[in-house]
């Protein structure tokens, strides 16, 4: 095995055990204390083969080889050359391999402007989300957001791990400004 390989296998370990980590934290906890996809006929699991969830961060080795998803590209790229994968599937999935985007959708992480991260509603969910549509009717659980932000300290200690909720923080705002634009 050379030094490749080897830093390869080491960084495949690392982020298997980080995001195991993270789903054992997170648990069985949803954003709504009832089947949400009874709601909106699983929208959120539909779509084309274009469609699918981005992944954290190294997230993509818990998926190599699932008969059930595909992993490609997005056009994200970090500053060290990193491309953000995107998984895709054909709506359905065992529950409790799906990843940590679908595990926290609607939801997005965000940084704030005090460098904390924080939890918001996904624009990307608001067509197609009865949680993000009719917040008064369908509001997250405070146990899930709790759920949350004692998930995520771990994962935030990777550097990639923060450049990518940096960028998903910079497309939210982006998404807002446009959303707002047309709402005026």
Excluded at 120 to 130: A, E, K, Q, T, V
Aim: proline share 6%; net charge negative; aromatic share 10%.
């Amino acid at each position: 095995m050379n030094i490749n390989e080897l830093i390869t296998n080491q960084h495949k370990k690392k982020y298997i055990r980080l995001y195991k980590r993270a789903f054992k934290r997170l648990g069985n906890t949803t954003p709504l204390n009832i089947d949400c996809g009874e709601l909106c006929n699983e929208k959120c699991c539909s779509g084309s083969d274009d469609d699918g969830m981005l992944l954290f961060p190294g997230e993509e080795f818990l998926y190599i080889d699932k008969s059930w998803c595909y992993i490609k590209d997005s056009n994200i790229k970090l500053s060290d050359g990193y491309c953000i994968k995107l998984l895709v599937c054909d709506g359905t999935c065992p529950r409790q391999e799906r990843p940590l985007s679908c595990r926290i959708f609607p939801l997005v992480p965000y940084i704030n402007e005090h460098g904390r991260v924080e939890f918001r509603i996904d624009p990307r969910s608001l067509n197609l989300c009865p949680i993000a549509l009719e917040p008064d009717k369908y509001s997250v659980e405070i146990e899930f957001v709790d759920r949350l932000y004692k998930t995520f300290p771990p994962v935030l200690k990777d550097k990639r791990v923060v450049e990518f909720i940096e960028i998903l923080s910079y497309q939210y705002d982006e998404m807002i400004d446009i959303v707002e634009m047309f709402s005026d």
